[in-house]
């Protein structure tokens, strides 16, 4: 075999050069590259002659150190050789070009001559970018893992089955009050702090969950708090399984329930409770009356429900305010509840209305009416005792309507009426007693049924007419008129107002009855305009208490003006005393509302309601009407004199005009004008006509006078 020559070494060795698996780049003494591999090549991005005589230190390489800031030059590995002399392991760096970020690991070497001195530096670096990238991607998940559980409210834990070692968190002692694990941080803490009542419930669950193939769980449980007592708990976790299927470990965390339970509670007590009395409300009442039901008809015996309402309770409500008024309801729901038994049923319906239900009354109806009557006088000997509100001892009764049932062949809604019905018949024998529901009850209750479905056709068909009463002055001159409604019902004849005014009031439709009433006289008032005579009348129109509690009721007067055509100033609202129940910002602000479209307001029945002088500055009033039972006993009862003379004095006193209804005889027209009243109206004067006759009558065509 011929000898190797040196030519044929160099190119061996500049073969193994370029084929090692690392970057080689060798620098001389003086930091200039003086070799540099394929691969080194390759990884720098530069050619070799892009390389070779190239000191890096004076170059535009962008190497960057591990945390993205530009690595200074004399950092590169090939220079820290060159100034320590010593070799350098592991330095990890960045090298930016045209596409991503190439990270290298690097070591570097020296070549010293036989002085020791550093004669060129072998620089080897592998590329190490994937290492780098899930490095950094393992940090941020690190990271992020760090900041979840410190923003969380979660306690992690985990339990190694195998070695039976549990890790509790630093969070998990904190959520049951303790620093640190103080003592008690072994394996079996946790199971040692279990409610007693869950303990049975943990085993059992942990003997269905580790033998099965579940890899999740969760469930809910009570630790024990370092102050004693109890937090409840969410645990949800994985549970590690080998290849077999057996547990390893369970990891999760707990999650402190308490808050949650708390909004829990206060939704159900906002749902199902009573915020002024915390008696159960309408709504669990209901619910509560299936269970009853249901076990009336297992039991076959009786049960009562008893509907409760306090005498006059919006008496003391209007006049002494809304607060004594709740202070009263609080007190008569703590006397109810001391008085029905713990079984009992005990609900506030609203307002002053409360139920209780009496079960197990026994399989006999006489027996069960009987034990209801103790019942119930033990409630009525309660409510009737004084109530302490603040400064005012005030003094209740309550009235009360009871339905006896066994649960079968009824139903809820039907026994609530019932007791209803028998409850306003409670009322209307006097207050202060109970009565029970008979047959003769509900026939009532048909028979308002059927007139409120009468008037609603009533009202779709017409029937409803409007009636005109004229108003005189002292001097006879026809100065105004009243409108009033008469109901024309098939097959009754001309039915007054005393007859469904009140019903109507009661049922919700003196709104649309109130609102034809009002159409129809601005009707009448546009058409008077064409009139010299009725043009300068005013008319007058009852509005009821339950028209202006609507917010839209300005409005609509306005939109019913405009439609007509009426002028507002011919327009006067009259109102009844009952309006100074109601709340004074919102009735005075809607009143000012409609004067402001010059529509004027009377106050009706002057004299008959109660606290009408408190309120008379308040309301933006043009007129007082004195009641007709004043004027009727004028003559008869000397009292009646000094009251009407009174009511004149008062409304001179705060510019009003006065109008007397229910003149029906001369000496009463005769002692008004001497009295000083503005105007008058009565059958003496003119009785009430339907409006096409009123308008004949009166109209400057017609010879109607005084």
Avoid at 20 to 31: R, T, Y
Wanted: net charge negative; proline share 4%; hydrophobic share 40%.
């Amino acid at each position: 075999m011929p000898p190797t020559s040196p030519a044929d070494v160099l190119r061996r060795l500049d073969a193994l050069h370029d084929h090692l698996p690392a970057g080689v780049v060798v620098h001389a003494a003086d930091g200039r590259i003086v070799s540099a591999n394929r691969l080194a090549q390759e990884l720098l991005g530069r050619s070799e002659a892009q390389l070779l005589g190239v000191d890096p230190s004076k170059s535009d390489w962008g190497v960057v150190r591990t945390d993205g800031s530009a690595m200074a030059p004399e950092e590169f590995p090939g220079n820290v050789v060159l100034r320590t002399g010593k070799k350098l392991s592991g330095l990890v760096a960045g090298i930016a070009g045209p596409g991503p970020m190439r990270w290298l690991l690097c070591n570097a070497y020296p070549e010293c001559d036989d002085t020791g001195a550093v004669q060129q530096v072998v620089v080897c670096f592998t590329d190490c970018t994937a290492l780098k990238d899930t490095q950094e991607s393992l940090e941020k998940s690190e990271e992020r893992l760090r900041l979840v559980l410190k923003g969380s409210t979660d306690a992690p834990w985990d339990w190694d089955l195998v070695s039976g070692e549990v890790y509790y968190s630093e969070r998990w002692w904190n959520m049951l009050g303790y620093c640190s694990g103080e003592g008690v941080d072994d394996t079996g803490a946790w199971r040692r702090l279990l409610h007693p009542d869950d303990d049975a419930m943990i085993g059992d669950y942990l003997k269905d969950l580790l033998p099965s193939p579940r890899e999740s769980y969760s469930l809910e449980f009570r630790l024990r708090h370092h102050e004693g007592h109890y937090v409840p708990v969410l645990s949800r976790g994985f549970v590690l399984r080998d290849e077999a299927g057996k547990a390893l470990r369970i990891s999760g965390v707990n999650t402190d329930l308490t808050e949650r339970k708390q909004t829990e509670r206060r939704i159900y007590e906002l749902a199902y409770f009573d915020h002024l009395t915390g008696l159960p409300n309408r709504r669990f009442l209901i619910e509560e009356l299936d269970h009853v039901l249901a076990r009336a008809r297992r039991s076959g015996h009786y049960s009562a429900l008893l509907y409760l309402d306090l005498d006059n309770f919006k008496l003391l409500n209007d006049t002494m305010g809304h607060d004594l008024g709740d202070m009263l309801l609080r007190q008569a729901s703590r006397r109810l509840r001391f008085t029905v038994r713990q079984s009992d049923q005990l609900a506030r319906l609203g307002g002053d209305e409360f139920i209780v239900v009496l079960e197990d009354l026994g399989a006999s109806p006489r027996g069960a009416a009987a034990e209801t009557d103790r019942v119930v006088a033990k409630i009525l000997s309660a409510l009737n005792q004084p109530f302490q509100l603040d400064s005012l001892l005030f003094k209740s009764t309550a009235s009360i309507g009871i339905t006896l049932f066994d649960g079968k062949g009824t139903d809820i809604e039907t026994l609530l009426k019932q007791a209803d019905l028998a409850m306003y018949r409670a009322k209307a024998d006097g207050r202060n007693t109970a009565r029970f529901f008979d047959p003769s009850m509900q026939d009532a209750a048909d028979r308002r049924a059927a007139f409120e479905a009468a008037m609603r056709d009533g009202l779709s068909l017409g029937q409803f007419r409007l009636f005109c009463q004229p108003q005189f002055d002292s001097h006879g001159r026809l100065v105004g008129a009243e409108a009033l409604v008469r109901w024309q019902r098939d097959g009754h004849g001309m039915i007054g107002p005393d007859h469904f005014i009140g019903f109507a009031e009661e049922s919700g439709l003196i709104r649309p009855l109130g609102e034809h009433i009002l159409i129809e006289s601005c009707r009448a008032l546009a058409r008077w305009q064409r009139d010299p005579t009725l043009g300068r009348l005013t008319l007058a129109v009852n509005v009821s208490v339950h028209q202006l509690r609507d917010p839209d009721f300005p409005a609509a007067v306005a939109a019913i003006l405009d439609a007509t055509g009426a002028r507002a100033e011919r327009l006067c609202l009259e109102l009844t005393e009952s309006v100074f129940a109601e709340s004074m910002h919102e009735i005075t602000q809607r009143m000012h509302d409609l004067r402001t479209q010059g529509v004027s307001f009377s106050l009706d029945d002057f004299g008959t309601g109660y606290s009408s002088l408190a309120y008379l500055k308040s309301f933006p009033l043009a007129a007082l009407k004195i009641d007709r039972s004043f004027v009727r006993d004028v003559g008869i009862d000397p009292d009646s004199v000094p009251i009407i003379e009174a009511i004149i004095a008062l409304a001179r006193k705060l510019k009003l005009e006065i109008v007397a209804e229910g003149v029906e005889q001369e000496a009463q027209r005769n002692f008004l004008i001497r009295g000083g009243c503005s105007s008058m109206q009565g059958f003496l004067l003119g009785p009430p006509l339907p409006m096409d006759e009123f308008e004949h009558l009166y109209s400057a065509a017609g010879v109607g006078h005084a």
